[in-house]
Nanobody, 114 residues
Framework: HVQLVESGGVLLQPWGSLRLSCSAS????????MGWYRQAPGKQRELVAT???????NYADSVKGRFTISRDNAKPTVYLQMNSLKPEDTAVYYC????????WGQGTQVTVSA
C-alpha cells in the first residue's frame, strides 16, 4: 500500500518563500514520475510541477521561474521550492506519484495573503 506524506503548508504573505516536501512509503525501483498538483476553491485540480526519477521536469507556465522541483530517489522524496509567492498560488497542494497507477497525498494548504 503506497502512502504519500506531505509537509510544509502554511500561511504566508505575498513574495514569501516556502518549501513543500512529500515522501513515499515504499522504495521504488525503476522509472517513476512524482510531483505536485494544486486545487484552488471553485477550480479544477491543475499541474504545478513534476519530475521523473531521471531528472526530467515539467512546470505549469504560471510557476516557471518561481518554483523549483527536485527529488531524492533514495527515499523517494520530492520537494517543491516556491519563491515569490502570489495570492493566486493559494490552494491545496497535492503530492502525486505515477508508477503506472497514480497515487495522491492528502493535500496540504498553502495560503498567500496580505
Amino acid at each position: 500500500h503506497v502512502q504519500l506524506v506531505e509537509s510544509g503548508g502554511v500561511l504566508l504573505q505575498p513574495w514569501g518563500s516556502l518549501r513543500l516536501s512529500c515522501s513515499a512509503s515504499i522504495r521504488i525501483f525503476g522509472i517513476y514520475r512524482m510531483g505536485w498538483y494544486r486545487q484552488a476553491p471553485g477550480k479544477q485540480r491543475e499541474l504545478v510541477a513534476t519530475i521523473t526519477s531521471d531528472g526530467n521536469t515539467n512546470y505549469a507556465d504560471s510557476v516557471k521561474g518561481r518554483f523549483t522541483i527536485s527529488r531524492d530517489n533514495a527515499k523517494p522524496t520530492v520537494y517543491l521550492q516556491m519563491n515569490s509567492l502570489k495570492p493566486e498560488d493559494t490552494a491545496v497542494y497535492y503530492c502525486y506519484l505515477n508508477l503506472g497507477p497514480a497515487y495522491w497525498g492528502q493535500g496540504t494548504q498553502v495560503t498567500v495573503s496580505a
